[in-house]
């Protein structure tokens, strides 16, 4: 009995020993591919997101809206998904932009959405449907250097780009416009 008790007893003392002195630690340095990955990893996510802005005046400008973000640290940029665009005027007049994929320029306070991005008018309910619209923020112009369709009840207009001026309520279309027009009975 006692061997087996002195056996237990240095069996105990080695596993204290090897607690006290052992201290596994990462490096407080990675190396430099890893610093490299770790840059181009998002800082944060964010899911079920909603962002409101407001002029000086206390008056709403925007929302934007997203089942999910990811924010980057390089270049100040968050990548969106199901990005949901609200502009809206003093005067009650409103935009409304919704699409696949969509990407936030901080620093140029710039909107690209991309993949079945559509635009729409929201007092007339007309929708500008694209691939591609970049929207600056706070001018509030939206541009398109892809097709579009404008469709109006039963009328659509195609061309191969666009710029709606969302405060004017104004939009000039690109080169090769080509427009359907069905009567009203």
Known sequence: MPRLLLQILVAIALVLAANYYWKPQTSHSPDEDTQARQKDLPKSYIWQTRAWSFDENGELTDILEAERVEQFARGSVSLLTNPRFYAHSGDDRTW?????????????QRLLLRKNVELTHDQTGTQMQTNALDIEV????????KT??????????????MVARMNEETITLKPNVESTYEQLP
């Open 148 to 161: 579009v369709t404008i469709i109006q009840e039963n009328n659509r207009t195609t061309a191969d780009g």
């Open 138 to 145: 706070d001018e509030k112009i939206a541009t398109s250097r």
């Open 96 to 108: 409304s932009a919704v699409a696949a994929r969509g990407r936030f320029e901080e620093h140029s």
